[in-house]
């Protein structure tokens, strides 16, 4: 199975805060059958996050993190394309959820046909429009 991660799910895998992650949802992240992906967008996210002192990580640098999604936890990272851009302009936010960058990852789900895994409930709001949700109980 294909599977995109959002952003707290990457950040709670790579800080290895397994307790913030759900059985079912460290389940599928273990599954080496599992293909695991991050938008572009999250990366950029955790970044500046980083940059910021806003997360803790066992890396030093913004470089060594970003080697280190790839090399150390087999999770690819998924470039815009512009399908995702048309998709994101047609989405409807729900409930007053205007984060833009999850909008977008959202789209790029949406897009792929591919189920989105993330911690954060407003996206069950997404459902109607297409979103494959799988929601990370903590």
Do not use: W
């Not at 460290?26 to 997360?55: C, M, P, Q, T």
């Not at 990852?105 to 954060?120: G, R, T, Y």
């Amino acid at each position: 199975m294909r599977c995109l991660i959002d952003t707290n799910i990457l950040i709670f895998l790579m800080s290895d805060s397994r307790v913030e992650l759900s059985l079912d949802v460290a389940e599928i992240l273990s599954d080496y059958y599992n293909l695991l992906y991050v938008s572009s967008l999250s990366i950029i996210e955790i970044v500046f996050l980083l940059n910021n002192n806003k997360i803790r990580t066992k890396y030093r640098d913004a470089e060594g993190l970003i080697a280190a999604i790839d090399k150390d936890y087999y999770v690819q990272t998924f470039q815009t394309k512009p399908e995702h851009i048309d998709v994101y302009a047609r989405l409807q936010p729900v409930d007053g959820h205007k984060d833009q960058i999850d909008h977008f990852i959202i789209a790029q789900s949406i897009c792929e046909k591919m189920p989105l895994i993330s911690s954060d409930r407003k996206f069950f709001g997404y459902r109607e429009q297409g979103l494959d949700f799988i929601y990370n109980r903590r």
